[in-house]
T-cell receptor, first 116, second 115 residues
Framework: DGGITQSPKYLFRKEGQNVTLSCEQNLNHDAMYWYRQDPGQGLRLIYYSQIVNDFQKGDIAEGYSVSREKKESFPLTVTSAQKNPTAFYLC???????????????FGPGTRLTVL | QQQVKQSPQSLIVQKGGISIINCAYENTAFDYFPWYQQFPGKGPALLIAIRPDVSEKKEGRFTISFNKSAKQFSLHIMDSQPGDSATYFCAATNAGGTSYGKLTFGQGTILTVHP
């Protein structure tokens, strides 16, 4: 089955610790994205990557870092610099069309991070 | 200019009724407008999408109406069912531009359909 997997589903972190969220896709999609979801605020873009070894900051990148060493993988690290990291984190991917246009964005099942 | 404003924040509808969710955008470069459906604890899934060359798109009980001059689009759910109870997000992007699919989301609408 093609899709996006995120792990773990639930994650607990102590204040001051870095933590890495995994995102893997087997859809052969070019672009991958990380969003943060908080109640009543919709989805906010953290980072995105259009190709391997390249990524750009989204609207709320402070306190987060990413890497894109393989096409299918886009891990997100929540660092201790992120002041309010408790949230639901969603990874997504999309394929570029023949004219360069973007297509449907597919989402993973999400990781709920709680800082204790 | 990147905002997408969505209303209402929550909506309660009786089974069989019509659910209507509205969105407004500012960026005239947006040319792809998807709607996503999200159930609790799950990732959003694409429900229906429209491009501005048409004013309406229908898929089953779900219809998008698009008003380019007003920069507004809306989702209509006909014959609403309890299984439609979920959070709905509108979004917008410049699909062919350098943003490469970077979606701007509305704030979400929590829909509850009573039996």
């Amino acid at each position: 089955d093609g899709g996006i997997t995120q792990s773990p589903k639930y994650l607990f972190r102590k204040e001051g610790q870095n933590v890495t969220l995994s995102c893997e896709q087997n859809l052969n999609h070019d672009a991958m994205y990380w969003y943060r979801q908080d109640p009543g605020q919709g989805l906010r873009l953290i980072y995105y990557s259009q190709i391997v070894n390249d990524f750009q900051k989204g609207d709320i990148a402070e306190g987060y870092s990413v890497s894109r060493e393989k096409k299918e993988s886009f891990p997100l690290t929540v660092t201790s610099a992120q002041k309010n990291p408790t949230a639901f984190y969603l990874c997504a991917s999309t394929r570029r069309g023949p004219r360069g246009e973007s297509n449907e964005q597919f989402f993973g099942p999400g990781t709920r991070l709680t800082v204790l | 200019q990147q905002q997408v404003k969505q209303s209402p924040q929550s909506l309660i509808v009786q089974k069989g009724g019509i659910s209507i969710i509205n969105c407004a955008y500012e960026n005239t470069a947006f040319d792809y407008f998807p709607w996503y459906q999200q159930f609790p604890g799950k990732g959003p899934a694409l429900l229906i999408a429209i491009r501005p060359d048409v004013s309406e798109k229908k898929e089953g009980r779900f219809t998008i109406s698009f008003n380019k001059s007003a920069k507004q689009f809306s989702l209509h759910i006909m014959d609403s069912q309890p299984g439609d109870s979920a959070t709905y997000f509108c979004a917008a992007t410049n699909a062919g531009g350098t943003s490469y699919g970077k979606l701007t989301f509305g704030q979400g609408t929590i829909l509850t359909v009573h039996p």
